[in-house]
């Protein structure tokens, strides 16, 4: 049977660095929930958006769930505005799951961290290569280290992309499964200075989403084998079968 929204209330909203952490009562997910899941996000109290949006989980708990917003136009931005107490429209989990690797690289550029926190949880140890724009846009750096990853960090008003920070650390790399989310731009970039490395490499697509069940085909991305949903067979795909002509 197909899965069918729920409504559920949130029970935390708060800031965390530029985006809004908003936790959700549900004693459910942490049964369902693997690492490569998302979720469509919608407002149960307004029909305006009527479309609900694609989130990552972010972390999963006994009795709730959380995301991560960055607003970005109409739809993040009332989320990020949704006060405890009040419902969201929740359809998930989503997407096709994956076992991650215990050790490995994750390369995140801003709130592409959201994903990959989340994968870390899942990991032993490992490496995360992290950039944003600015300082105060860096978050979990202390978190990811208590899970046993190295972290190292670059912004744009210092030093770099995270391409840079890549390109200047690529003998760490070598021999290890990578995991890459952020801006499309950062990802093309990434394929050509991986190289080789590339072959080793996974990347969460983020595409607009009507449905997330596989209906609407607004999702598709272009690979080697065709056109594929990021909702169904997806978010992560080989970053070797991406397609960016
Ligand atoms: C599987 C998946 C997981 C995601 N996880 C997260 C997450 O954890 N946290 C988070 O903040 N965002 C995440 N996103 C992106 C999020 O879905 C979009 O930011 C959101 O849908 C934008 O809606 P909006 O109404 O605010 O923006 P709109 O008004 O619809 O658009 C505003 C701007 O955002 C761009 N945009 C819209 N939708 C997307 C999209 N799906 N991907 C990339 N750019 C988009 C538009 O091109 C436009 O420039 C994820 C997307 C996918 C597909
Ligand atoms: S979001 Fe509708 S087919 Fe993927």
Redesign the pocket.
């Known amino acids: 049977m197909p899965p069918t929204y729920r409504i559920l209330p949130v029970i935390e909203n708060r800031s965390l660095g530029p985006y809004t952490y908003l936790r959700i009562e549900d004693p459910e997910m942490l049964l369902v929930a693997r690492c490569g899941h ?1 979720l469509m996000v919608g407002f149960s109290s307004s029909i305006d ?1 009527f479309l609900p ?4 989980l ?1 972390e999963v708990e006994e009795n709730s769930f959380s ?4 607003v ?6 009332l989320l990020s505005k949704t006060r405890e107490g009040e419902n969201l429209k929740i359809l998930g989990p989503l997407g096709t799951p994956f076992n991650p690797p215990e050790s490995g690289v994750l390369i995140a550029g801003g ?1 592409g961290i ?2 990959l926190y989340y994968q870390s949880g899942w990991m032993k140890s490992g490496k995360l290569f992290y950039g944003t724009k600015k300082k105060e846009e860096l978050i979990l750096t202390r978190e990811m280290e208590e899970r046993d990853f190295t972290v190292k960090t670059i912004t744009q008003e210092n030093g770099g992309t995270v391409c840079d920070l890549v390109r200047m650390n690529k003998n760490d790399i070598e021999g290890e499964k990578i995991f890459i989310c952020g801006p499309w731009d950062m990802i093309r970039a990434l394929k050509e200075i991986l190289g080789e490395f590339a072959r080793n490499a996974f990347v969460y697509l ?4 009507g449905c997330g069940l596989g209906g609407c085909k607004s999702c598709a991305v272009k690979t080697n084998s065709g056109y594929k949903l ?1 909702c169904q067979e997806g ?1 992560l795909f080989p970053l070797s079968e991406v397609r960016f002509d």
Do not use: N, T, W
């Open positions: 998302f958006p949006r694609p989130l990552s972010f995301i991560l917003v960055k970005r136009g109409r739809g993040s931005d709130i959201a994903p983020e595409r607009r989403m990021v978010p």
